[in-house]
């Protein structure tokens, strides 16, 4: 199955202002974005419809039930996964239209057993020691931004 210019993948995601935001981005730069497992909030609640402004209507989106599915649908495909528990920086890649950027939810981040499972693809944004970790949206736009970057080109 042919994937589209950039995916962005949640897994899990628990708090509709970031996925609002994080839509509204896909919106912006033409990325696919898929909403994976159970969600801590409802498609239809306000805060993720508000978040998103008006751009519902230029973003595509798809909810699947688990990320082996999404994985099986596009085997010919790269993922990568964003975590704070690698030490190889998400700019060290070099990314290819399609590419699927992999996030964890807000409160836990990725499972520990896919990391393990797929821990080549791993990828992190740097931070300082003692810091936990950077707001969802805001990784999201960076780790989406650098493979835009490295397009150099946005789709029609």
Same mark, same amino acid.
């Given at each position: 199955?042919?994937?589209?210019?950039?995916?962005?993948?949640?897994?899990?995601?628990?708090?509709?202002?970031?996925?609002?935001? @994080?839509?509204?981005?896909?919106?912006?730069?033409?990325?696919?974005?898929?909403? @994976? *497992?159970?969600?801590?909030?409802? @498609?239809?609640?306000?805060?993720?419809?508000?978040? *998103?402004?008006?751009?519902?209507? $230029?973003?595509?989106?798809?909810?699947?039930?688990?990320?082996?599915?999404?994985?099986?649908?596009?085997?010919?495909?790269?993922?990568?996964?964003?975590?704070? $528990?690698? $030490?190889?920086?998400?700019?060290?890649?070099?990314?290819?239209?399609?590419?699927?950027? &992999?996030?964890?939810?807000?409160?836990?981040?990725?499972?520990?057993?896919?990391?393990?499972?797929?821990?080549?693809?791993?990828?992190? @944004?740097?931070?300082?020691?003692?810091?936990?970790?950077?707001?969802?949206?805001?990784? &999201?736009?960076?780790?989406?931004?650098?493979?835009?970057?490295?397009?150099? $080109?946005?789709?029609?």
């Amino acid at each position: 199955m042919k994937s589209n210019f950039l995916n962005i993948v949640l897994y899990e995601p628990e708090i509709p202002q970031n996925t609002g935001n @994080i839509a509204r981005l896909c919106a912006c730069i033409g990325a696919k974005l898929y909403l @994976i *497992g159970r969600l801590g909030f409802s @498609i239809t609640d306000k805060h993720l419809k508000r978040a *998103g402004l008006d751009y519902w209507d $230029k973003l595509e989106t798809e909810h699947i039930e688990s990320l082996d599915i999404l994985q099986q649908q596009y085997s010919d495909s790269n993922f990568y996964y964003f975590t704070t $528990k690698t $030490k190889q920086k998400y700019t060290a890649v070099e990314y290819k239209l399609g590419d699927f950027l &992999v996030f964890g939810p807000e409160t836990r981040g990725l499972p520990e057993n896919l990391l393990n499972k797929f821990n080549e693809n791993c990828v992190t @944004i740097p931070m300082r020691e003692n810091t936990r970790s950077l707001n969802l949206a805001n990784s &999201v736009a960076i780790g989406a931004y650098e493979a835009v970057r490295q397009f150099d $080109k946005l789709p029609e």
